[in-house]
């Protein structure tokens, strides 16, 4: 994809494309066009949704939801970060996981759902081992590649002065391989939103998931959306406060 | 000179390395040689005929198929202390996410562990041997090929190495900073004294800093010529390259190079 350098007027044109499509849906709906009751105005949703923000009911499922996500991509991340820097520096572990590991990758995690509420139940266990198993994979495959692509030389002059193999793997191949992981990591981070809301759809207990499907339920269509957005902006938030910290972290990669 | 015993001469003993697979490769066997203590020692020798791998066996970054390497009479296994190693690929040896400065702490910090304070002012004053003062906090990309091999210098003195093994360190900058960086490190070896050995297929470079020479073979490598270079010291960009026991020397040197090719197996001296 080509990049363009950001300037303060690129916005303008689609934003406006997008406040069209939104007047369009508004009228429609005003008009009869479509069914207000499935497609309400996108104004009344945005009332909605300010009853919901100013109410504060949004709190408790939007922190529900967030904890159980930092729990799952925290252990998903740290054991694909660990099984991946070994995997990809060490050949025997590498043979060792390489089939098990691609055999479990393809599987869409949301199928793990009904297995593992038969194991662990409907509450927070059951989503946070679904969004590590989700986040794990991605994470896992970029820190393999990475570590694999370590120069060489950058080894060597560590093993000249006298660094030992562990010793190389946190100093070293660990940094080195910071890009990859992080991409690995931002990648993880928008399937384990999407596999979290879906359990939490599944589960009906609680969370923006669990909170949007209650509403489908009772046919309130105009919270549906308003929480669509809340949950919308959530995705929307989180890739934009990593990508502020991966450009941070692996400052020397892109020059 | 009692170079036998003293901790900084390097000694091969029939040191041989193979490379086994479909078609077995004999990169060389039974290479013996003594480097003497704070000797400043060349290898020459036709690209691909092994001294770089020659290098990399003596620095135990790969095994040797046979023999043994000793450093002040002790068998050298592993990775050892003592020697460190000037890549020719500086670029890629220095760590990118690290400044000037923690790139040459990265050196002996682990050895010595040093408060912040102690290692900075260590790793300063290597930085200052070399010219670098002044970018102790830029990051390696920021500085200039000749610059960025300064600093991988700096680097391996700090770590206070007995040996040091430079394998084509100056091959790929341009012709004005390597001479720069010639009287560098000649300098820097006349103050320290560090034993060197300089693998190089450039026959000035080899002649204005070495004592001696050694001149290999094609594969299966051997010595082919082992040469004085007598050159005074300490040696000079300008005067030293016109010294008439330079330009004989040099003729010797790329005769040999270039004349000896297909009979070179059969001439062992």
């Not at chain 1, 429609?28 to 909605?48: M, S, W």
């Not at chain 2, 996410?97 to 408060?115: P, Y």
């Amino acid at each position: 994809m080509p990049t363009f350098a950001r300037r303060a007027g690129d916005l303008v044109p689609g934003i406006a494309f997008l406040l069209a499509i939104l007047g369009l849906i508004e009228v429609a709906a005003r008009t009869g066009l479509v069914n207000a009751a499935v497609v309400p105005p996108p104004t009344a949703v945005a009332v909605q949704l300010a009853q919901i923000v100013a109410g504060g009911t949004f709190a408790v499922p939007l922190l529900q939801t967030l904890a159980t996500l930092f729990a799952g991509y925290a252990i998903g991340c740290a054991i694909g970060i660990v099984l991946g820097i070994l995997m990809g520096s060490v050949r025997a572990i590498y043979d060792l996981f390489e089939p098990l590991t691609e055999l479990l990758r393809p599987i869409p995690k949301p199928a793990l759902v009904p297995a593992l509420i038969l194991f662990l139940g409907l509450g927070s266990a059951m989503k946070i081992t679904l969004v590590a198993l989700a986040a794990f994979f991605p994470v896992l495959v970029s820190t393999v590649q990475g570590a694999r692509g370590v120069d060489v030389t950058m080894i060597d002059m560590a093993r000249t002065f006298g660094y030992r193999p562990i010793e190389i793997l946190r100093q070293i191949v660990l940094p080195a391989s910071a890009p990859y992981i992080a991409a690995g990591m931002r990648v993880s981070l928008g399937v384990a939103l999407v596999v979290l809301v879906v359990a939490e759809m599944l589960a009906e207990t609680g969370g923006l998931g669990g909170t949007l499907i209650a509403m489908q339920h009772q046919f309130m269509v105009r919270q549906t959306y308003g929480w669509l957005v809340i949950v919308a902006a959530v995705g929307f938030t989180l890739n934009a406060l990593f990508v502020r910290a991966e450009r941070r972290i692996t400052f020397w990669s892109s020059r | 000179m009692n170079g036998a015993t003293d901790e900084r001469t390097l000694k091969l003993e029939g040191l041989a390395k193979r490379f086994d697979g479909k078609q077995p490769v004999v990169v060389f066997e039974d290479l013996s040689l003594e480097v003497r203590a704070g000797e400043f020692f060349s290898i020459v020798g036709p690209s691909g005929c092994g001294k770089s791998t020659l290098l990399q066996v003596v620095a135990g970054l790969i095994p040797a198929s046979g023999g043994r390497v000793l450093l002040g009479g002790r068998d050298v296994t592993g990775e050892p202390a003592h020697m460190v190693y000037l890549f020719q690929q500086y670029a890629k040896s220095l760590l990118p996410w690290m400044t000037a400065e923690d790139n040459v702490i990265f050196a002996f910090n682990h050895r010595l562990g040093l408060g912040p304070r102690a290692a900075r002012a260590r790793a300063r004053e290597h930085l200052a041997m070399v010219g670098l003062e002044e970018s102790a906090a830029a990051y390696p990309w920021q500085l200039s090929g000749g610059m960025q091999q300064r600093v991988a210098i700096a680097r391996a003195l700090s770590a206070d190495p007995k040996v040091l093994l430079m394998d084509e360190p100056f091959s790929s900058v341009d012709a004005l900073t390597r001479m720069e960086l010639h009287a560098l490190i000649s300098e820097l070896w006349e103050r320290k004294r560090f034993t060197t050995i300089l693998v190089t297929h450039d026959v000035d470079e080899a002649i204005f800093l070495a004592d001696r020479i050694a001149l290999l073979t094609r594969r299966p490598a051997r010595i082919a010529e082992l040469i004085e270079t007598g050159l005074a010291r300490p040696r000079r960009a300008v005067e030293t390259h016109e010294d008439p026991r330079f330009l004989a020397l040099r003729h010797a040197l790329l005769e040999g190079l270039l004349h000896r090719p297909d009979e070179a197996n059969a001439d062992v001296r």
